[in-house]
């Protein structure tokens, strides 16, 4: 038996309406009422996760703190709930196949043909679970990935009506986000597509209880009215969701149309408590009125997908409305950086952050970019290949080992600065190996991280198979690039800081991915307020 209340978001007529957004919204409002509540996504492709998709193709791969690579939505749901999630969060078709052939190869269903009704609805149903099984939580969100009416998610709108009709509908509702265009020729708003979708959705054995449009346009009484009897919902269940200039500002939007009071209706559950958003309401102000504005490169070589980057983006949000300072990201392909005459492109940056990445496309740009931010004394940050490409620069430059490299770009290099760790040496498969999620980090006292996290043992979360050489670390440390923070057991270098310079931080771990509202992220913090203060000296 369930013990949490159940709400599965399905989304049509259109992918990329921002199911994960409204997921987070909702789960925001009912948080702020006081109930428990996480958010976990299905998702249909047939990958196990998207560790091995390439950036260009989905966007950034979220790490938990137990070291599942996931979909880039449940980023959204930390970074509202301020609550981690987990493996458990995150499911694709890949995973509940493979689950489902490992128990048929271990003899589970001796006897019996395997089909995806019931075996395949079966093990979707107890993923379902799985985080109601904790006992955790109040309330349980569901976010199916795609669209109503996708081949490959018909197994798991039938899982949701399975689960439906079995827990009850006063356990389990279903909201439905669609599109309302705005026709410009006919100069209305349509409901037609919205119709469509919910028939699509009816016909596969769901009748949704809310109905969320994403409209560019106020929707009228009697659009809504419309939408009401042809879809088939309450008239109060009718939500509109209007185009946002900030996702933070959607949890503010989802309240005034009262959708978390709607839900609460259906699933029966004490409405007494209104949600307490001041705070929310506050952050959502600075952005919207920031006092300064600083211009922060990134450099990359996935640019032109800024999904791929989601998190920094966003992390460079919670950090600048505490700073009460906009940061306008000046977005920088990597490659280009690689010809000397494109240096230009980094001339009027207060800051600069080398972004995380695979492979050598790119890299001779980063290093670049890295030498002009080290020599002008311009604030920087590298993450992850970003530490990596900063030490390397560090060797070629200062220390003068001019053939100096990573390993994964040069494997005959005579000076690998940055060499595969010992642990990924003999390994053959790609998909989950990589040293991933949370690991101990103890600080250095006195050094600028220390001043930022305010304390001297951090966990931080990882992604990657490469490591700094300690064999080069004592004469880093005497040229004036410290290790400032070290992972106690393995004594794996994790943050590399410069001294003589306003701040020159590199860290090989992935800070972006534990900023949220409630807790923007120290070393963002302690970056832009460094930014903001360089720049601010620039103009006196
Ligand atoms: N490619 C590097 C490694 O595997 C860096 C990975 C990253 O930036 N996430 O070590």
New binding site residues.
């Given amino acids: 038996m369930a013990f949490s209340k159940h709400i599965f978001v399905t989304g049509g007529v259109t992918s990329s309406l921002g199911k994960g957004i409204i997921a987070s919204s909702l789960a925001k409002l009912l948080q702020s009422r006081g109930f428990s509540v996480t958010i976990q996504k299905f998702d249909p492709y047939i990958n196990i996760d998207p560790g091995t998709l390439n950036p260009y193709e989905h966007g950034e791969c979220y790490v938990t703190d137990d070291g599942a690579e996931t979909d880039l939505d449940l980023g959204h749901y930390e970074r509202f709930l301020n609550v981690p999630t987990s493996q458990a969060n995150n499911v694709t078709t890949g995973r509940i196949y493979y689950n489902v052939i490992t128990k048929e190869r271990e003899g589970a269903y001796l006897g019996k043909t395997v089909q995806v009704i019931p075996h395949i609805t079966n093990e979707i149903k107890r993923n379902f679970l799985l985080l109601d099984d904790t006992g955790k939580y109040d309330i349980i969100i569901t976010e199916i990935g795609g669209c109503v009416g996708d081949i490959e998610s018909l197994p798991f709108i039938e899982a949701v009506r399975q689960f439906k009709w079995e827990h009850g509908s006063e356990n389990v509702i279903v909201v439905h986000l669609t599109l309302v265009p705005y026709l410009k020729s006919a100069g209305e708003l349509k409901t037609k597509p919205s119709q469509h979708s919910v028939k699509q959705l009816s016909e596969e054995g769901i009748q949704p209880d809310i109905l969320i449009c994403r409209s560019e346009l106020a929707i009228s009484s009697d659009i809504r009215k419309k939408l009401a009897l042809f879809c088939n919902v309450d008239f109060d269940s009718v939500i509109e969701a209007l185009d946002s200039d900030t996702i933070y500002g959607v949890p503010l939007l989802m309240q005034e149309e009262k959708l978390d009071e709607r839900v609460l209706h259906k699933l029966r559950l004490p409405l007494d408590r209104p949600a307490e958003m001041t705070a929310w309401k506050e952050f959502v102000r600075k952005i919207r009125r920031p006092k300064e504005e600083v211009k922060i490169g990134l450099v990359g070589k996935y640019v032109e997908l800024h999904d791929a980057y989601k998190s920094i983006a966003e992390s460079f949000i919670h950090a600048g409305a505490i700073n009460e300072c906009k940061v306008n990201i000046a977005w920088i392909q990597s490659e280009k950086l690689a010809d000397e005459q494109n240096l230009y492109l980094l001339q009027d940056l207060n800051g600069i952050l080398v ?5 050598e496309r790119g890299i001779e740009g980063k290093i670049r970019a890295i030498q002009y931010a080290r020599e002008n004394q311009i604030p920087f940050f590298g ?4 530490m ?1 490409c900063a030490s390397v620069e560090f060797a070629r430059n200062v220390l003068g080992l001019k053939e100096a490299a ?1 390993v ?1 770009m040069n494997p005959q290099t005579p000076y690998p600065i ?1 060499d595969i760790m010992e642990s990924q040496k003999n390994l053959t498969l790609m998909g989950g190996t ?1 040293r991933l999620g949370s690991y101990a980090c103890q600080l250095k006292a006195g050094t600028k991280v220390h001043a930022a996290y305010q304390n001297l043992l951090i966990q931080e979360r990882h ?5 700094f050489n300690n064999q080069f670390l004592e004469d880093f440390e005497k040229m004036g690039m410290i290790c400032s923070g070290i992972n106690p057991e393995s004594k794996l270098v994790e943050i590399i800081e410069l001294q003589n310079h306003p701040w020159f931080v590199g860290v ?1 771990f ?1 800070p972006e991915l534990k900023s949220t509202v409630a807790n923007p992220h120290p070393l963002f913090v302690s970056f832009v307020k460094a930014v903001l203060s360089e720049a601010k000296n620039l103009k006196r």
């Fill in positions: 972004a995380p990445g695979f492979g993450i992850c290949l970003g990596q990573s994964e940055i990589m992604r990657h198979r490469y490591e090989q992935h």
